[in-house]
């Protein structure tokens, strides 16, 4: 999601949704960008791709939120297992048990859900066992330094060891250089996105993309995803 404001230009998520949280705009929005992201995905009509989007905590506290995916998913006639949510582990432990409830409901749809930034909260193992959770997503902080020898690159392989004892998939968010990737590829990280793999993109161009790729042996070292968010059909890296 990108604004463009006549005067100011381009304003980027990162200051943008922060208000819209803090104003309560982010209950309107939200629904509007997430019909948005479900109706692009499925004009792509390529079934390999899912779309990730992102809910703050006041959208996992609404409760209208099941409402607003079911008809998202109704208008675009996208298959439920083709949406993923993203969730902070800090919207989900302001109100843990209420938002586990509606974790559980969605999974229950075949919404696939995901915990973005991890590392960067706070849960308790007890609570991440309880999660209804399909992935974690190490935080690009952690990514950015996993190079270099120290506390860094040791959370990175702490967290992917942690997502393989739970049965979870693992992305790493931020790769911006080939060691980076190399590095998480050694680790058997499942997924990456970042500017190197790809810069965010309109919908057009990943249609345009979509030809000339092809699909990932059944056991790859790491898949590679759009930084919009929307997921790369599995080619090989580097």
């Known amino acids: 999601a990108r604004w463009r404001h006549p005067q100011r230009g381009l304003i980027l998520p990162d200051e943008f949704i922060p208000r819209a949280e803090e104003t309560g705009l982010i209950l309107s929005l939200g629904p509007s960008l997430l019909r948005e992201a479900c109706r692009e995905v499925a004009e792509l009509r390529d079934t390999r791709l899912t779309i ?23 208008r675009a006639s996208l298959a439920a297992p083709r ?20 974790l559980r409901e969605l999974r229950a749809r075949g919404v696939g859900i995901q915990i973005d ?6 849960s308790s193992l007890s609570y991440l066992q309880k999660l209804p959770v399909d992935t974690l997503k190490i935080d690009r902080s952690f990514v950015s330094r996993i190079d270099e020898v120290g506390e860094k690159a040791e959370i990175v392989e702490s967290i992917i060891a942690l997502a393989r004892s739970l049965g979870l998939e ?28 790809s810069k965010a993109m309109p919908a057009e161009a990943i249609r345009a993309l979509l030809p000339g790729v092809r699909l ?21 890296i580097g």
């Open 170 to 197: 693992v992305i790493a968010e931020g790769i911006e250089t080939e060691r980076q990737l190399a590095r998480l590829r050694r680790l058997r990280c499942d997924g990456g996105q970042g500017f190197l793999l």
């Open 52 to 74: 990730s989007v992102n809910l703050s905590a006041r959208q996992l506290a609404d409760a209208g939120l099941l409402e607003a995916i079911d008809e998202a998913l109704a």
């Open 216 to 236: 990932w042996s059944p056991a790859p070292p790491m898949q590679g995803f759009v930084d919009r968010e929307v997921q790369r059909p599995r080619r090989s």
């Open 83 to 102: 949406l993923k949510l993203e969730v902070t582990e800090s919207a989900i432990m302001g109100n843990a048990d209420a938002a586990i409830a509606v």
């Open 117 to 122: 930034d991890f590392g960067t909260g706070y």
